[in-house]
């Protein structure tokens, strides 16, 4: 007997409810542990919520909660087909870049490598300070064998950061420039940087297989675009009403405008917007080695999962120091141009 | 000076608001700007504009701060559409540009100086004061030499290769005069350009627009706050009350003969003695020039250089002189007189 029989009674539904009995639907929690007598007790105290469970046990025609999480996937596996025919050829060019990358950091011998990191973090903050302190990290990971680790690490950033910016940098200019669009995009950009990074892994793995770059490259893509986005719409807009004005009455048109003084002036915000992707796909290229993503968080994965202390710890040091010199080069970055435009 | 009207405004108005054109039909009925504001909920930014501008001279708009000034000099560019009205310039109505045409009057014609300067922080002051060529597509080679003779010409030698923010407010405000002059267009138009400047900075700097316009003859529209500034830059002075112009022409002229109790309370606290010049006040010479003259004096002298002149005797008169010809007769009674306004705010105490 169970508590909401009498409601349905009352309610004239009982033939509807009993048509919907059937002998060999699945067992629940609670028929088992009823089967095996024990018995709740019951007071008034103990109206349950009428949830979808609670419904069932008093008329078998309502569904059970087991059936919403069934129709959630049965739903993503129907149209998992058709999304897998659009986005299987549009995200391949993510696998050839990444595994590009990976093969090439591989074929490259650490004594070619140390002087071209060498080269672009020179070139990047102009401070031989930051040069040699960045060679040291590397020559420690090195030191203690996580070198390839730690390029693998890297090469997936370098390759999910820049396509990034590459789509993000977009994005953020169409969005200052349209009040509607920016209406649509925060919504979702909100949605991507609140939802667990682990969430982003569950569709994913369904839709692309696992041995394919592109899985973990899409997961990191989308955690770490959110940045780019909001502070180059942020930065474009918050450019100096008196400047556009003064370059409306020079008579610029739209795209002397855009590259002569929007973007120009947004660039602090979108240098500090390539920061955080930097840093966003760092944090999920460790979490995305549960996905097959190589590097130092394979290493951390596997402390986890063998409860090896030590390799765990030593990898998320190295990860530290990799965040470290991913940070300071950028900012090196970013300081130069916020130099080059004090007001 | 010549006589050609460059710039001319004919009935314009501007009303803030989601339905202007209907609120206009207001405004032709006569409803005041703060009804307007209070039963229709628009804002009335200028009321009946008529204004000509001649080529060669500087026009001041002159007003408080919610006059209108501003929004009347964004109309000339049209950065500011018009509710209704028309604005002519070299006699062609502006109003009905299309964007190129538009794009093209911003760029040839109309250069514009800005109150906050409004340089480009990345770009050197060089490359600030070469925009204006820069986007009708000048070689980069030839709008920096451009350029380079303007920085010069106000006052800017060696200062090229630096950034706005390692100049002080004055000197980035000769970048931003040297960037609309380097477009070589007639007309000039500078929105409180010295506004934001020291007073001393502000003399040095009107100093240099006054040098300049003697030699370049550009029509120039000014915006100002203060009747000083005004009274010393303005071939024609335009004085905006509430978006309505309360009275124009030449500024002795408006000086001492202020058509409205707001002109006079607002010419009240002016040194005259600095501004009015021998002209206004001399009586024009009939016959022989009179034996007991104590001497010549331009005809472009203030009162000041005079009082300094004569000793603070009333008794002298001298012989006004214009390109070396005699024009007029001083009497150094007539000039005290003109020194007291007629009409002074009663106990200091303003009435608008």
């Not at chain 1, 855009?258 to 915000?269: E, M, T």
């Amino acid at each position: 007997m169970a508590f909401y029989d009498s409601l349905f009674n009352s309610l004239g539904l009982r033939d509807w409810c009993d048509a919907g009995k059937t002998a060999d639907g699945p067992v629940s929690m609670a028929d088992l542990l009823a089967k095996a007598g024990v018995v709740k007790e019951e007071s008034s105290f103990d109206i349950p919520f009428p949830s979808l469970d609670e419904l069932h046990n008093a008329c078998a025609s309502v569904g059970q909660s087991r059936d919403v999480t069934k129709g959630v996937e049965d739903g993503f596996l129907a149209i998992k087909g058709v999304l897998r025919f659009v986005l299987d050829p549009l995200t391949q060019p993510l696998s050839w870049l990444l595994e590009f990358a990976l093969s090439t950091i591989e074929a490259t011998p650490w004594w070619i490598m140390f002087p071209i990191l060498a080269l672009v973090v020179y070139l990047a903050s102009k401070s031989w300070k930051l040069v040699v302190f960045v060679i040291a990290c590397l020559s420690f990971l090195a030191f203690v064998d996580h070198y390839d680790h730690a390029m693998q690490t890297l090469a997936v950033i370098y390759v999910c950061a820049f396509l990034c910016v590459l789509l993000g940098v977009p994005i953020g200019i169409a969005m200052s420039r349209s009040d509607r669009l920016q209406r649509i995009v925060i919504p979702i950009l909100d949605m991507l940087q609140t939802l667990p990074p682990f969430v982003y892994l569950i569709p994913l793995i369904f839709l692309f297989s696992i041995t394919e770059p592109k899985l973990y490259g899409v997961a990191i893509i989308l955690y770490a675009i959110v940045p780019v986005i909001r502070l180059t719409d942020l930065g474009i807009r918050l450019v100096d009403k008196d400047v556009i004005e003064a370059a409306n009455s020079f008579g610029m048109t739209d795209k002397q405008k855009l590259f002569g003084v929007q973007i120009p002036l947004a660039l602090p915000n979108i240098m500090a917007g390539i920061n955080q992707t930097i840093m966003m796909s760092l944090a999920m290229v460790v979490i995305a080695s549960l996905v097959s993503a190589p590097g130092l968080g394979v290493l951390v994965l596997r402390g986890i999962r063998n409860l090896e202390l030590g390799v765990g710890l030593v990898s998320g040091f190295g990860i530290v120091l990799l965040a470290i010199i991913l940070d300071r080069v950028t900012k090196a970055a970013l300081n130069r141009v916020n130099a080059a435009q004090k007001h | 000076m010549t006589d050609d009207i460059k710039v001319s405004i004919r009935n314009l108005y501007k009303i803030f608001g989601p339905d202007p054109a209907a609120a206009l039909q207001h405004v032709y009925d006569g409803t005041t700007k703060a009804d307007l504001l209070s039963e229709h909920g628009h804002v009335l930014g200028l009321r009946d504009i008529n204004v000509n501008m001649r080529a060669g001279n500087i026009t001041v708009v002159m007003g408080l701060s919610g006059s209108g000034k501003s929004t009347l000099i964004r109309h000339l560019n049209r950065l500011i559409e018009p509710t209704a009205g028309q604005i002519d310039v070299d006699g062609e109505d502006v109003l009905a540009y299309d964007e190129d045409k538009l794009r093209d009057l911003r760029r040839q014609v109309m250069s514009m100086v800005f109150q906050k300067f409004a340089l480009l922080p990345h770009k050197s002051v060089l490359e600030n004061a070469g925009t204006t060529l820069k986007v009708r597509g000048v070689a980069k080679r030839e709008y920096l030499a451009e350029a380079d003779k303007w920085i010069n010409r106000v006052g800017l030698e060696g200062f090229g290769d630096h950034y706005p923010h390692q100049l002080s407010g004055g000197m980035q405000q000769r970048v931003g005069i040297a960037r609309a002059l380097t477009s070589n267009s007639p007309i000039m138009l500078m929105d409180e350009a010295f506004s934001a400047l020291d007073p001393l900075i502000r003399t040095d700097m009107q100093d240099l627009l006054l040098e300049l316009q003697q030699e370049l003859h550009k029509t120039i529209v000014f915006i100002s706050h203060d009747l000083d500034e005004a009274l010393k830059l303005a071939d024609h002075l335009v004085i905006l009350k509430d978006g309505y112009v309360v009275q124009q022409g030449e500024p002795q002229h408006i000086l001492l003969h202020p058509s409205d109790p707001y002109i006079e309370d607002f010419v009240s606290d002016i040194n005259r003695a600095r501004v009015l010049r021998v002209r206004s006040i001399m009586t024009p010479l009939v016959g022989e020039i009179p034996s007991n003259a104590h001497g010549e004096v331009d005809y472009d002298d203030t009162l000041e250089s005079m009082i300094a002149r004569s000793g603070g005797d009333t008794s002298h008169s001298y012989v006004v002189m214009k390109d070396k010809q005699p024009v007029g007769i001083l009497d150094m009674t007539s000039l005290v007189r003109a020194l007291v306004p007629r009409a002074a705010p009663e106990d200091g105490v303003r009435n608008y």
